[in-house]
Every structure is written in structure tokens, then in C-alpha cells.
């Protein structure tokens, strides 16, 4: 029996050698952690805690560089955070795949924007590129701006009044210490929601919406399964743990049903308005006329959905599963990234005085105090210093600390072969936290933007072909949120300090502790 299991252990060895043998040569000069047979390095990746993933990060980066190889079992994958090799990967116009990291989402997603690839991913990227023209976003920043007025109103209660001072708000901080997190969250969900499908599903106001807390349950289940490493299988997630695969697959059912129904409704709406004749400007071909003639009303707002609706592909229209695949794109990709950027830089003003006040100054000249005028795109694109602060933050703490592709081809970079089949793993947060090309990376300096030695070292839309379709909506969204809560308040330093860890993008352990004053 013991020669038995021997000889089998022996042979698998054997074939693990041979597996690996000719990846290896050519990875020869790459160094990386020690690569046991069979296991490889998963050692390293099982002996970490799931929310210690980040520090597993910056361990390899420190330990072996910032190109390191590992083996996990059978796959061989590169952790990169050199920026010539993220501007080779990302700039290439063929090495789109993503690796396997995102099939967890498959399910939910199906071949949406974020999951496909190959032609038609190129497809569906022409298709929707429209759907985030300057005009369409400008329509836009009005649900921002409402959805950030809520926002602000809600910390209202914890907030100190105006001629408060800082040592009697610092000697009661228990009382004035706000985590914003649950705040944020409903309101970047209110703001998806009738962007994305021109629905209002008032999160912020009715918590106990059933939309909402199925999407929350879906991220918490997206996150157990990936932290996890044999719930990555559903076959293994529905032998080993039943009840959560049952959840699973109900809350999956709930979420596209919903999307679905929403797409039916739009879609006879749509029919019926052109049968109602208001589509005599039917065939004119800007945004705005298009909003025009299919709701019969100057100026209607148009959502993400609706542009999908209008969509063809080879003159044909998108079907109601290539929509539903896109608008629960929007929902996964739109709003917990846009929560992590508005929470992360709302913490850094709140610690860094000095930043606030220049920003508030701008703030006062470019939109005003006035807190019942609407914000629009202009203002906010001209509010270039809170451009900078929200850089900053996204330098420090990028929402996606990591991005992963999977090579479909051998590529060369610095005449070293990267083979076909190698699952990269971009490490965005090691990159732009390296004080080789951010002197102090971890002080908050707007200004630093200014000289940017690489467009590469610092990427936290992505670059290239695939960047992120969002980058422009997210950046109006998350400055209309700066802006009014800057107008109602004074940002202040209570509470405990930020801990990143990744869930699903990146978030704090703690939340985002900060206090307020009122400014008026
Ligand atoms: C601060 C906010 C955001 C950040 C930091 C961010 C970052 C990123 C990054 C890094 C990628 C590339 C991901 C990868 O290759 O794995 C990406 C892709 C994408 N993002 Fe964003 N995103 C944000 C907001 C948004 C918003 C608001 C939307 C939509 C409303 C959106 C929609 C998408 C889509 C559809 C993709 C896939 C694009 C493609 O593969 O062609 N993102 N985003």
C-alpha cells in the first residue's frame, strides 16, 4: 500500500516537473517565491488570512521585486507592478482576456463588458461607448447632485454646529464620530440605479428596499466565494456548503429578474411612444434629439438602458440578455468603486487640514455656498484642485487594487518572454504606493500630480483598450458628492485611521471615520 501511494506521489512529481519545466526556463530570471512540487507557491496564498490579501501584496513586491512568477498548482501567473510592464500589458491592443479571477462573476455578469472578450467584447464596447457621451453625463449630474444633497442632509445628525469648537468636538468625539460607509453606500446605489436603468429606487430614504438588499447579499457571497478557494467551484460550493449556494442561485434569480423586467417595461415603453406618433424626429441622429423623440419631451433624460435599447451590432438590436448582461455590469462595476473613491478621499480631507481649506476655496469660486443652486458639468469640471484631491485618493487607495489579465499569446517585453497562457495579476496599489515614483507615497499631496514621470504609474481607471468605460461619470459623480458635502460641512479628524483590505474593490476594515461641523 505505502509503495502504492509512494509511486503515485512520485509520478505526479514527475508530471509536475515536466508540466512545468518549459514555462519555467523561460521564466528563469524571474524570481518568486519558493515552488514546492504540485502545491507550487499556494503555500504562501493558503497560509494568508483572506482579508490579508493586500499584505500579501506588498510581501511578494518587497521580498522579490515587482515582477515576481509563482505557480499556484498547475497555473502559473506573474505579479506585476512595474510600470513598463503594466504599460506593455495594458497598451496592447490584443491582450484584452481577462484572467480567471473574474469567472466568478460569469453567472451574474454573463458576457458583459467587464467579463467578455475577443470581437465581441470589441462589439459591445462600440455599442456602449455612447451611452457615456459628455451629454448623456450632463444629464446626469442633476442625480448626482440630488442624490448628494440626501447624502449630505443624512450626516446632519451626528454633525457639530458651527461655533462648536474643535476641543469641546474632540473632547466629546464619541458623539460627533461618524462612519460614512453605510451612507455612501446607499447613495451610490441611488444614483446606479437611475442612471443605469432610470429607476429610483430611494436606498437612502427605504433601507429595507429588497433590490438593495439582494445586490448587498450578492457582493457578500461574491466575497465569500472568492476568498475561499474551493467555493470558486459551484460544484464544490454546492456540495460543501448547500445553504449558500441556494442563496446564491435565489439572490442571482432575484437580481436579473428584476434587470429583466425593467428592460421589458423600457422597451414597451419605448414602442408605445413611437406608435404614439411622438417619434416625427425619429431619424435624426444626435443624443439629445434621440431623448427627444422617445419620450416626446425636450431634454427627457435618458438612462444607460435606454441607449443600450437604441444599441445595434451589425444592424442588429441588442437582445434583451445582451442588455440585462450590461446593466448588471453597470450595477456591479458602477457604484461599490465610486463608493470606495468618495469614502477614501472624504478620509484624506479629513486629515489633511491644509488641503481642505485650499479646495473649500475653490469651491466657494467655482460652484459657491449657496446650497439650493444646481450643480452643473461645467462647474464641476472646472473644480481642477478637487480634480488633483481625488487623484490623490485614488493614487493611495485605488477601488481596484488589482487588475488581471490572461495571456493569449507570448509577449516580449525587454526581450523577456512572457508565455502564452500566463495569468497576470497588474498590481495597481503596489505600484502607485512605491516611493521610486511617488517620493512619500503615503502622504496625501494633491499637487504631485502635477509631474507625472510615466502615464502608466498611475492607472486607476486601467489604460488602453480596456480602460474603464466609466472613468468620466465616475470622476462628476464623486466631485458632485465632494462638493455639496463640503458646502454644508467642515471635515474634521475623529475617529480611527483607515485599514484597506480588499472585498470585492477596496475598502476600509473600519469604515471611514471622520467628524462634521457645520458651516452655516
Ligand atoms: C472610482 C470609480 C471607478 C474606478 C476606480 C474604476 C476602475 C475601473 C478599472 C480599473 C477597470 C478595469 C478593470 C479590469 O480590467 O479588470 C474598470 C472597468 C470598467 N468600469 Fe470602471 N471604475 C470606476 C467606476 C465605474 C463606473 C461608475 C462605471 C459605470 C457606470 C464603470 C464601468 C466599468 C466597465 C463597464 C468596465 C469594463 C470596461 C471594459 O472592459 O471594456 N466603472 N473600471
Not at 494568508?48 to 521585486?65: C, I, Q, R, S
Not at 500589458?89 to 479571477?101: A, D, G, Q, V
Not at 466631485?479 to 475623529?494: I, S
Amino acid at each position: 500500500m505505502l509503495v502504492a501511494i509512494l509511486s503515485f506521489f512520485a509520478i505526479l512529481i514527475i508530471v509536475d516537473y515536466v508540466w512545468k519545466r518549459k514555462t519555467n526556463q523561460l521564466l528563469k530570471n524571474i524570481p518568486g517565491p519558493l515552488d514546492l512540487p504540485i502545491l507550487g507557491s499556494a503555500w504562501l496564498h493558503l497560509s494568508a488570512k483572506p482579508d490579508e490579501l493586500l499584505k500579501l501584496a506588498y510581501y511578494v513586491t518587497t521580498n522579490y521585486g515587482r515582477v515576481v512568477k509563482s505557480w499556484v498548482l498547475h497555473i502559473h501567473a506573474l505579479f506585476v507592478s512595474d510600470p513598463k510592464y503594466i504599460q506593455a500589458i495594458l497598451s496592447h491592443p490584443t491582450e484584452i482576456k481577462k484572467n480567471r479571477m473574474y469567472s466568478l462573476l460569469d453567472k451574474w455578469l454573463g458576457e458583459g463588458l467587464l467579463t467578455s472578450h475577443g470581437p465581441k467584447w470589441l462589439a459591445r464596447r462600440r455599442a456602449i461607448t455612447p451611452a457615456f457621451h459628455f451629454q448623456i453625463l450632463d444629464n446626469f449630474v442633476n442625480i448626482f447632485d440630488q442624490q448628494a444633497a440626501i447624502f449630505a442632509s443624512k450626516l446632519g445628525k451626528n454633525s457639530a454646529e458651527k461655533n462648536t469648537s474643535l476641543e469641546e468636538i474632540t473632547s466629546a468625539a464619541m458623539n460627533y464620530t461618524v462612519d460614512v460607509e453605510h451612507f455612501i453606500a446607499l447613495a451610490t446605489l441611488d444614483v446606479i440605479c437611475e442612471t443605469a436603468m432610470g429607476v429610483k429606487i430611494n436606498a437612502q430614504t427605504d433601507e429595507q428596499c429588497q433590490y438593495v438588499q439582494n445586490l448587498i447579499e450578492m457582493q457578500h457571497i461574491f466575497l465569500e466565494r472568492f476568498i475561499r478557494l474551493p467555493y470558486r467551484s459551484e460544484f464544490l460550493l454546492k456540495i460543501l456548503n448547500p445553504k449558500l449556494y441556494a442563496r446564491y442561485r435565489k439572490v442571482m434569480g432575484a437580481l436579473h429578474s428584476f434587470t429583466e423586467n425593467i428592460i421589458k417595461e423600457r422597451r414597451r415603453e419605448m414602442l408605445n411612444n413611437l406608435q404614439a406618433g411622438n417619434n416625427d424626429k425619429h431619424n435624426h441622429k444626435t443624443l439629445e434629439t434621440e431623448a427627444t423623440s422617445v419620450y416626446g419631451q425636450k431634454k427627457q433624460r435618458m438612462a444607460l438602458l435606454d441607449i443600450l435599447l437604441s444599441s445595434t451590432i451589425d444592424q442588429q438590436p441588442l437582445t434583451d440578455q445582451d442588455i440585462r448582461e450590461e446593466v448588471d455590469t453597470f450595477m456591479f462595476e458602477g457604484h461599490d468603486t465610486t463608493k470606495s473613491g468618495i469614502g477614501f478621499t472624504l478620509f484624506c480631507l479629513s486629515r489633511n487640514p491644509e488641503v481642505q481649506k485650499k479646495l473649500y476655496e475653490e469651491l466657494k469660486e467655482v460652484i459657491g455656498v449657496d446650497v439650493s443652486a444646481p450643480l452643473t458639468y461645467n462647474k464641476l469640471m472646472d473644480m481642477k484642485y478637487m480634480d488633483k484631491v481625488i487623484k490623490e485618493s485614488l493614487r493611495m487607495y485605488p477601488p481596484v487594487p488589482f487588475i488581471g489579465r490572461q495571456l493569449v499569446q507570448d509577449l516580449y517585453i525587454d526581450n523577456q518572454c512572457i508565455p502564452k497562457g500566463t495569468s497576470l495579476l497588474l498590481g495597481i496599489m503596489t505600484m502607485q504606493n512605491d516611493a521610486e515614483y511617488f517620493p512619500e507615497p503615503h502622504r496625501f499631496i494633491p499637487e504631485r500630480n502635477e509631474a507625472p514621470q510615466n502615464n502608466f504609474v498611475f492607472v486607476p481607471f486601467s489604460a488602453g483598450p480596456r480602460n474603464c468605460i466609466g472613468q468620466r461619470f465616475a470622476m462628476l459623480e464623486m466631485k458632485a458628492f465632494l462638493a455639496r458635502t463640503m458646502q454644508f460641512y467642515e471635515l474634521l479628524p475623529l475617529g480611527e485611521d483607515v485599514e484597506p483590505t480588499i472585498s470585492v474593490v477596496l475598502k476600509s476594515k473600519n469604515g471611514w471615520q471622520m467628524g462634521f461641523r457645520k458651516r452655516h
